[in-house]
Nanobody, 119 residues
């Protein structure tokens, strides 16, 4: 089992910044990928950024240049830095961990953190 606890969401004005955190109950090196998704009501959950156990990062084209994913391995924590926030970034942001055990992939999810961008 992997437990994920997100924090850092809130209400922010357009143009502002936030840093979301996702603390994992296991070493990030044991997690195949750690990902950030976001979801708005009535829509599917979309992948916005990921980081592999080896440290390779990927960010969705739609948010590239504004979103940055990073990690602190000592704290088993992954971060999502969001800059130049736009109203369309308003969503619930979820942390996801993909774990491989005997070639089977398991997904674990955090509880989500609300980000609201509004003046």
């Amino acid at each position: 089992q992997v437990q994920l606890v997100e924090s850092g969401g809130g209400l922010v004005q357009p143009g502002g910044s936030l840093r979301l955190s996702c603390a994992a109950s296991v070493s990030v090196f044991s997690i195949y990928h750690m990902n950030w998704y976001r979801q708005t009501p009535g829509k599917q959950r979309d992948l916005v950024a990921s980081i592999s156990s080896g440290g390779t990062t990927n960010v969705a084209d739609s948010v590239k240049g504004r979103f940055t994913i990073s990690r602190d391995s000592a704290k088993n924590t992954v971060y999502l830095q969001i800059n130049s926030l736009k109203p369309e970034d308003t969503a619930v942001y979820y942390c996801n961990a993909e774990v491989l055990r005997l070639a089977v992939k398991y997904d674990y999810w955090g509880q989500g953190t609300q980000v609201t961008v509004s003046s």
